[in-house]
């Protein structure tokens, strides 16, 4: 659960630390003194998109810091842990917005992705505002809501997976099914390319075989004039040659060696030297009887290479990328070739994700029905417990055609809603009255959070538009589920604060120049007072505080 959440240059909030317990907490206030600003920090501690307008008036950056503990929560341990991020029984994260517009994320001090934030903010917390009854009427939220509450959320992503398998395929055999006509002047083009690439036979061997000799017989001459030199140096010239210098060279200290033994190592070293010399000397007589200076080699390996050149521009390739080429050609060759039998196994291959496609959708759709039984008894019972007596709730479901299929399945959902006894059910966006629609929203969250493994849930005044005796069966209900989960409710009823295990005033103040919001947790007499504003009004009489005080003796017997 939640236990502590800090916010610092937020909005009109300079800095605020709320220590949180179990049970059931309200945070109250006067209108605009910032209530919904403290839901909004939770929203964006936990991922939220930010900008550089949430940031204080003069400050660098916005900071919130939210503690949890997650001892006991195996899934949330498992995440942490998955990521090696875990720590204890503890679980820290913080978000900083800075008044660029630039943000970084951290849980337990190491920095996450915003997406990693996300995802695990999810697991730990649902807040649930007070517009939710104007995404209500979407079809797509709908069938989230009914989903989760059937707890059908991983037979729909398997339904989904194999919705994209089979449309892949479906979509492979229609590209092939269109590439029918154009088939046979494309295996007539490459027939001819690979005719000529294989007449070239041209290898990267071969290619590089090539450019050494054209080398070598471009330059015969100079090669041949080398070999010439270097071989007069090394041995042929009669006098001054590197073998005789080193003969005479080694004579000398061998006469030498008789009177200090050290120098025969030197020795040693001279006659190495002379046989190097003379192993020199018969490879470069070898290379020079094999230098060929025939113009007609010459022109031969000129005219393959320009050969291997003209096709290489042809195909806009590098040379040396023709065998590749080639290879491609074949590959695509045998692919038309063999594109009716091609057809005929992604055809069977379509046949067979569609009907494991249609098997799940079907065992997804007989969940939905049943499901769809049970969330509208328990919202209708829902709605008679919030004044709305005689009202029905019913999830209608029918089957979409088969060209319609969806990745969620083959179901069209919608929730439908009679408020009176003897009015057929109708389409929520057909519900005019703004207080039923309130009621509406409140019980349907209340029902889909029963469905929910979250352990904090987060409730911004989803109880405006009722009142009296509603208002209380509200306050009853939100208690029933904190007695269950941690809940935090943004309220302006006092008879849903009365209810509370724990109560927050959320106070606006200002010097004249600057404007700071404050959050203070009350005792009994200040809870009494509290109570008797959000009764009274303006003005607060003695008749007010007593009918305040009254109101939370009550509800504090029926707690006990």
């Not at 020199?280 to 020079?288: E, P, Q, V």
């Not at 005929?344 to 046949?351: F, K, P």
């Amino acid at each position: 659960m939640l236990t502590r959440l800090q916010v610092r240059d937020f909005a009109i909030i300079d800095r605020i630390a709320v220590e949180f317990g179990p049970g059931m907490t309200v945070l109250t206030g006067e209108t605009g003194a910032g209530k919904s600003i403290l839901v909004d920090a939770l929203g964006l501690v936990l991922g939220a998109r930010g900008s550089s307008q949430l940031v204080r008036s003069g400050a660098k950056r916005a900071e919130f810091c939210a503690e949890f503990d997650v001892s006991g929560m195996t899934d949330v341990c498992a995440w942490l842990e998955e990521h090696a991020l875990d720590q204890d029984r503890e679980c820290l994260l913080r978000r900083v917005v800075n008044a660029d517009g630039r943000s970084r994320a951290f849980i337990n001090g190491n920095v996450v992705t915003m997406q990693q934030l996300q995802l695990l903010g999810e697991l730990l917390l649902d807040i649930h505002g007070q517009q939710f009854h104007q995404s209500l009427g979407r079809r797509p939220v709908q069938r989230d809501l009914l989903d989760h509450f059937g707890k059908l959320l991983d037979t729909r992503r398997d339904t989904e997976l194999a919705y994209a398998q089979w449309r892949s395929l479906a979509d492979s055999l229609q590209q092939l099914q269109e590439a029918e006509s154009d088939r046979a002047s494309r295996l007539d083009l490459l027939e001819f390319q690979l005719s000529e690439l294989n007449v070239l036979g041209v290898t990267e061997a071969e290619l590089a075989e090539l450019g050494s000799d054209r080398q070598k017989l471009r330059h015969g001459g100079r090669l041949a004039e080398g070999v010439t030199a270097a071989l007069s140096k090394l041995s042929d010239d009669e006098t001054g040659n590197a073998n005789t210098l080193l003969a005479d060279a080694a004579r000398s200290v061998a006469a030498l060696t008789q009177f200090d033994s050290e120098l025969e190592p030197v020795l040693e070293l001279l006659a190495s030297a002379g046989i190097q010399i003379a192993e020199a000397s018969d490879t470069l007589h070898r290379y020079g009887e094999s230098i060929d200076m025939d113009p007609d080699q010459l022109n031969w390996v000129e005219e393959r290479l320009d050969s291997i050149q003209t096709i290489a521009r042809k195909h806009r390739v590098a040379a040396d990328e023709l065998p590749a080429l080639c290879d491609r050609l074949r590959v695509e060759h045998d692919a038309i070739s063999h594109a009716e039998e091609r057809g005929r196994v992604l055809q069977a291959e379509v046949t067979s994700a569609r009907a494991a496609y249609r098997d799940l959708a079907a065992g997804l759709s007989k969940n939905r029905k049943n499901a769809a039984k049970e969330f509208s008894a328990a919202v209708t019972a829902a709605m008679h417990g919030l004044g709305m007596q005689g009202g029905v709730f019913r999830v209608a479901i029918s089957c979409l055609p088969d060209e319609e299929a969806r990745p969620w399945g083959i179901d069209a959902i919608e929730f439908l809603i009679s408020a009176n006894p003897g009015h057929p059910p109708l389409p929520l966006s057909r519900v005019v009255s703004g207080g039923e629609l309130s009621r509406m929203s409140l019980a349907i969250q209340v029902i889909a959070c029963d469905g929910s493994a979250i352990p904090t849930m987060v409730f911004d005044e989803i109880d405006s538009g009722v009142g009296g005796s509603v208002a209380e069966m509200v306050g009853l209900r939100l208690r029933e589920l904190g007695a269950q989960r941690q809940v935090l409710c943004v309220t302006h009823l006092a008879q849903v604060a009365s209810l509370a295990d724990h109560h927050f005033r959320i106070s606006k103040v200002t010097d004249g120049k600057a404007t700071r919001t404050g959050v203070t947790a009350l005792g009994k007499d200040e809870r009494v007072k509290e109570l008797a504003r959000m009764l009274g009004g303006v003005e607060i009489t003695q008749k007010t505080i007593a009918h305040a005080a009254e109101l939370l003796a009550e509800a504090t017997r029926k707690q006990a």
